[in-house]
């Protein structure tokens, strides 16, 4: 099948709104602390989902693992684990900065180093984005994305300032702007290693084509031991957290005395929830990465656009932005345009070179 740029800008669309809708559901979880439900929802994230999915949408998924050189195996994982940091960073950034500004600040940085580093080790950054007329509209494209990314960030910044302190609390429970600030570069930084964990599991996706995979789910497979990486970095640190903070018990919600302490049923619901939607971000990426040709790492800049631009949209949805006043609003609504304009210029550039 021939790649559909077009159809894979879309298929990232989806997996952005997917992103940037994981975690909402988390926002009605109740009587639970962090820890048990960023690991709860995990469970579904790395583990449940990526395996069942990828057993359902491939062939021979088992036989595929097993013929996969140890080697690869093991540079999935481990830039998954890196992964795993950025993304414990991830869930903090919005517990201290909120949807809309963490998520630029994040996605920034991981723009920036998912995108260019991997043409750039490789050798191809001129050959790819420089030599040829495509390559350097995808290069504007991604250019025009960082733009954007940096006046949704400075409109988050204003925000900050036009809100009061109780007013900050009022929308964001528990908003900090200098640590969510700290947290936010380092999650970004780390969290560009999915992009090379992606990257290093190309002879899988090889060898799930060789087994009769359509080429929208060879991905499918790379996701499950990236993600495997993720999964360990997530429970050796919220396992110390739940021994830490003695929370165990709220995986039961029943106190010394058998009294109910949480709506267990509705947690774990929307925890599933969460965590599914969580995943659905990489089910069309990998699927949105096929249809991009010799660009196909531009992705990572269609994938994180997309993240923010829906993001944004949430922020105001949950009432981040309604004490803001209306020239900051119109610099986030701008930065948005700019993220808009990138992803069709992206696209449009990975269609003249499909």
Known sequence: MPANPLFGVFLHWLGGFASASFYVPYKGVRRWSWEIYWLAGGIFSWLLAPWFFAALGTHDLIGVLAQTPPKVLAACVMFGALWGFGGLGYGL???YLGLSLGMAVVLGLCTAFGTLIPPLVSGEFHEKLLAH????????????????????AWAGSLKERDMSAEDAKAAIAEFDYRKGLIVAILSGIMSACFAYGLAAGEPIR????????GPLWTGLPVLCVVLLGGLATNLVWCGWLVIKNRSAG???ARGET???????ARNYALCALAGVAWYFQFFFYTMGESQMGRYGFS?????????????TLWGFALA????????????VWAGVTLLVLATVVIGYGNSLGA
């Open 299 to 311: 992705s990572w800049t269609l994938h994180m656009a997309s993240i923010i631009i829906f993001g």
């Open 250 to 252: 709220q995986w039961l």
């Open 93 to 95: 950034t919005m517990r």
């Open 206 to 213: 090889q060898l799930s084509a060789k087994a009769g995979t």
């Open 258 to 264: 058998g009294e109910l302490k949480a709506p267990i």
């Open 133 to 152: 007329t495509p390559g350097r509209i995808v290069l504007a494209g991604i250019v025009l994305t960082l733009v954007g990314i940096v006046v949704v």
């Open 320 to 331: 981040e932005w309604r004490k803001a006043k209306a020239a900051t609003r119109a610099v």
